[in-house]
């Protein structure tokens, strides 16, 4: 069984910073491509940031030279620093991960964190 474990959400005040992590667990052979995506109320989910297992990264535009993700393959765990906050970055947080175990590929999301940036 793999779980992916999202942390570090809260409420943040606009200029703020916080740092999430994602944590995946379980009966791991390799963990791929890994991503932050985020969802506003009433918004679809987008995709924020995404990293490779050899740490190539991308990011939505909203978000470049603000947030920068980065990962801890000995930990399975991925992070997400979010710096210079802004009311329109609220959202529940997700992480998602390819994951290879000893059966099969298959696609893994988190059940999210949420991040509330007001004054």
């Known amino acids: 069984q793999v779980q992916l474990v999202e942390s570090g959400g809260g409420l943040v005040q606009p200029g703020g910073s916080l740092r999430l992590s994602c944590a995946a667990s379980g009966s791991i052979f390799a963990v791929n491509d890994m991503a932050w995506y985020r969802q506003a109320p009433g918004k679809e989910r987008e995709l924020v940031a995404h990293?490779?297992?050899?740490?190539?990264?991308n990011y939505a535009d909203s978000v470049k030279g603000r947030f920068t993700t980065s990962r801890d393959n000995a930990k399975n765990t991925m992070y997400l620093q979010m710096n210079s906050l802004k009311p329109e970055d609220t959202a529940v947080y997700y992480c998602?991960?390819?994951?290879?175990?000893?059966?099969?590929?298959?696609?893994?999301w988190g059940k999210g964190t949420l991040v509330t940036v007001s004054s």
């Open positions: 998602h991960a390819v994951i290879t175990t000893r059966l099969n590929i298959m696609d893994y």
């Open positions: 990293i490779t297992d050899a740490g190539s990264t």
